[in-house]
């Protein structure tokens, strides 16, 4: 028995070394498998960020797996730092930003390409002047992308990352498509339209003529909105929570194919009609989820 242990110690001894050892060599990579078990080769990337400015910039053309944010300073350019993977190209107005995801694999991952990954992909962050008028910012963002106190001529996305606005108005409607969480705070739009896939969507005091709201598998959260025509919020699995304020023009109606519809704390009316000529329209349904409409 006195053996047994001690071989077993001498055994987990030598493989703890071997590991370090391993490790401290650049041993820690993905196991995958590809016609028998394999390891990627790739040269780990050094964590480097370029910084550079540019002129004559109006439009954002994003494609990129780092995460991105846009805000105003104290510039005479417009200055960016970035993953330095990342390809950056002017075209006319436009600057287009692209970095790519890395090969991915089915297998086994260490901590050393999470490492890998985090350096590689690092974070944009693209700094205008104050004076100046932002045309486009067109989005296919893999992570996140994060907009503060700027007015922009209209912002589309088309990726999976979360989209973040906050005190950001727009002067064209906003579209958002397929996104991740979508969070809007203290923004203006003249109108909008969310299709999240599967994120959550949080509202918090904005002010639009009119919005649709739509998830596939997310939550959707609100609290008072200035809101000028109409406001609908659809999700297919999810729970709808907020507050609208009642007068003589609101009209709203809510219902849950699965799950429970509440309306300003009632179960049994699920719907309050306006008399005036031009109400202000809310309607909110769930397939799976609860509806839940407080008033404000």
């Not at 690092?122 to 963002?141: A, C, E, L, Q, R």
Request: proline residues 2%; charged residues 20%.
């Amino acid at each position: 028995m006195k053996k047994t242990v001690i071989v077993g110690l001498t055994v987990t001894l030598v493989g703890t070394v071997l590991l370090v050892l391993g490790l401290g060599n650049g041993g820690a990579r993905t196991v995958y498998w590809d016609h028998g078990f394999t390891t990627d080769q790739s040269t780990p990337v050094k964590s480097h960020q370029t910084s550079a400015k540019f002129s004559g910039v109006k439009n954002f053309s994003l494609s990129t797996a780092s995460p991105v944010q846009i805000k105003k300073g104290n510039v005479s350019k417009i200055e960016v730092t970035y993953p330095s993977a990342t390809k950056i190209t002017q075209s006319g107005n436009t600057l287009h930003f692209n970095l790519k995801s890395p090969r991915k694999h089915h297998g086994i991952i260490f901590f050393g390409d999470f490492r890998r990954a985090r350096q590689a992909f690092g974070k944009t962050i693209i700094t205008v002047p104050k004076s100046m008028k932002v045309g486009t910012i067109n989005s296919d963002i893999a992570n996140s992308i994060t907009i503060k106190n700027m007015t922009i001529k209209t912002i589309t996305s088309s990726g999976v990352g979360d989209v973040n606005l906050n005190h950001v108005t727009t002067t064209e409607n906003l579209d958002l498509e397929n996104t991740g969480d979508v969070n809007l705070s203290t923004s203006t739009f003249p109108s909008a339209h969310l299709d999240v896939g599967a994120g959550d969507v949080d509202l918090t005091s904005n002010k639009f003529d009119s919005m649709s709201v739509e998830t596939g598998a997310g939550d959707i959260n609100f609290n008072s909105q200035k809101v000028g025509k109409s406001f609908t919020a659809h999700s297919d699995v999810g729970d709808i929570s907020g507050h609208v304020v009642k007068n003589k023009r609101t009209q709203i109606s809510v219902s849950a194919d699965v799950g429970d519809a509440s309306l300003f704390g009632s179960s049994h009316n699920k719907k309050i009609d306006s008399n005036a000529k031009n109400p202000v329209t809310y309607r909110f349904t769930s397939d799976v989820g609860d509806v839940t409409i407080h008033q404000s």
